[in-house]
T-cell receptor, first 117, second 112 residues
Framework: GAVVSQHPSRVICKSGTSVKIECRSL??????MFWYRQFPKKSLMLMAT?????????EQGVEKDKFLINHASLTLSTLTVTSAHPEDSSFYIC?????????????FGPGTRLLVL | DQQVKQNSPSLSVQEGRISILNCDYT??????FLWYKKYPAEGPTFLIS?????DKNEDGRFTVFLNKSAKHLSLHIVPSQPGDSAVYFC???????????FGTGTSLTVIP
């Protein structure tokens, strides 16, 4: 199946710093990518939709100034957590859709574990 | 509002037996359903999907059943193997958009 990578796989940072997470579709192009956050013992929460060539679309309750998304090319989307705080510590996952069969299937990256001290 | 629900947070099954994971949804606009498998600290891996025009889709040891009238789908794994131990998420989408709605997951443990 399609491959989506994320970098870094884990990052530890100090409170107040910014962290950039990259999401790449390795063998296909994606005009749209999605960013999720997973809370402990909860499902994946969609944060935003990253659109190549236009602004990202954020879900209700997600601060767009805090979670900056840039879809730089058809294979790369970045999520920057600005002025990170300990409550931002989480597992962030991206996905990119590709047509398989009759509909799109989301292919997920391996995730990035963020720990803010 | 959780539009996709997995009411069993965990399930234990003996190796070689059948694992049945259930998922219910509320939105009648959903017409495409997927199952994902997730190991700790990894991203979800796509397992199998089903369109609403079908009621069954099979891929090796994995079979997904869809009951549209009951708004219910299930994933059958047979025979279950210890390597199947993971968290399984069901997801649904509607033809009106490409956003996926996920259930809360069921942690499957296959006992050797």
């Amino acid at each position: 199946g399609a491959v989506v990578s994320q970098h870094p796989s884990r990052v530890i940072c100090k409170s107040g710093t910014s962290v950039k997470i990259e999401c790449r579709s390795l063998d296909f192009q994606a005009t749209t990518m999605f960013w999720y956050r997973q809370f402990p013992k909860k499902s994946l929460m969609l944060m935003a939709t990253s659109n190549e060539g236009s602004k990202a679309t954020y879900e209700q309750g997600v601060e767009k100034d805090k979670f900056l998304i840039n879809h730089a090319s058809l294979t790369l989307s970045t999520l920057t957590v600005t002025s990170a705080h300990p409550e931002d510590s989480s597992f962030y996952i991206c996905s990119a859709p590709q047509i398989t069969g009759v509909r799109e299937t989301q292919y997920f990256g391996p995730g990035t574990r963020l720990l803010v001290l | 509002d959780q539009q996709v629900k997995q009411n069993s947070p965990s399930l234990s099954v003996q190796e070689g037996r059948i694992s049945i994971l259930n998922c219910d949804y509320t939105n009648s606009m959903f017409d495409y359903f997927l199952w994902y498998k997730k190991y700790p600290a990894e991203g979800p891996t796509f397992l199998i999907s089903i369109s609403s025009i079908k009621d069954k889709n099979e891929d090796g040891r994995f079979t997904v059943f869809l009951n549209k009238s009951a708004k219910h789908l299930s994933l059958h794994i047979v025979p279950s193997q210890p390597g199947d131990s993971a968290v399984y998420f069901c997801a649904a989408s509607a033809n009106t958009g490409n956003q996926f709605y996920f259930g809360t997951g069921t942690s499957l443990t296959v006992i050797p």
